[in-house]
């Protein structure tokens, strides 16, 4: 298959995978790559499964854990970021908490996170990986009709997948930017406007590692993040559910 170029910024470096799960990939060269890698895997759907775009990209933080998991956000901001930056406008691009990336009310795919074996809250993580897996088309299916809870970027006419990768890697460097000069809550209310459903009447914001919604019928706190990630069961072993 012809590969076409990405233009990523140069803080970053591609390298491209036969291995589906990135997340494992990126753990596996963060301890030698560092931070910066960029793991990339592409296919496409045929009779045996879905076809998917899925990335991963090794950090290596500063802070400590309980600061440091926040970039989990801030890669999901950047996600749906770029993903709004490269597909119809007139359908919404919504996070459910903590994890899952809905689009016009359909699953599209999510983001995962792993964290250096033996960190604790207060320690500083050696790396970190953030993945995003996404249903990149579901050509296989012969009746795609009949699976009104998933979607894919082919489906709903999303730009090609490089612009999509590399507006992702552009809109992390950014954020990062913005959390070192002006704070984690210029990050997180980029990822807290997406939260599905709209917030009507009162505010969403992040507490330590949860979200909290106060509202004039009360409070609500959600999980912390570290136990919701997955808790949406968006995906199983091979990726995006259908």
């Known amino acids: 298959m012809l590969q076409t170029a990405i233009a990523l910024p140069p803080p970053y470096t591609l390298v491209r995978t036969e291995n589906a799960d990135v997340l494992a990939e990126g753990i596996r060269r963060a301890p030698r790559d560092g931070a910066g890698t960029l793991v990339l895997y592409q296919s496409r759907a045929d009779t045996a499964g879905l076809g998917l775009l899925s990335?991963?990209?090794?950090?290596?933080?500063?802070?400590?854990?309980?600061?440091?998991?926040?970039?989990?956000?801030?890669?999901?901001?950047?996600?749906?970021?770029a993903l709004a930056a490269h597909c119809p406008p007139e359908r919404a691009l919504r996070i459910v908490w903590p994890d899952e990336i809905r689009y016009d009310k359909a699953r599209l795919g999510g983001g995962r996170l792993a964290i250096a074996p033996g960190t604790g809250s207060k320690d500083v993580p050696d790396w970190m990986v953030f993945a995003a897996e996404l249903i990149a088309d579901?050509?296989?299916?012969?009746?795609?009709?009949?699976?009104?809870?998933s979607t894919s970027l082919a489906e709903e006419q999303f730009d090609p997948p490089e612009e999509i990768v590399a507006a992702f890697a552009s809109y992390m460097m950014l954020y990062f930017d913005r959390w070192q000069h002006d704070g984690i809550e210029a990050v997180t209310n980029r990822y807290l406007m997406r939260v599905d459903p709209p917030l009507l009447r009162g505010v969403r914001r992040i507490e330590g590692d949860r979200m909290i919604e106060v509202t004039p019928s009360g409070n609500r706190r959600f999980p912390p993040l570290s136990e919701a990630l997955g808790a949406t069961g968006w995906r199983d072993t091979a990726g995006p559910k259908l």
């Open 138 to 149: 579901r050509n296989h299916l012969q009746e795609p009709g009949h699976l009104v809870g």
């Open 55 to 81: 990335f991963a990209v090794v950090l290596e933080p500063e802070e400590p854990l309980e600061t440091a998991q926040l970039a989990f956000l801030l890669g999901m901001a950047a996600l749906t970021d």
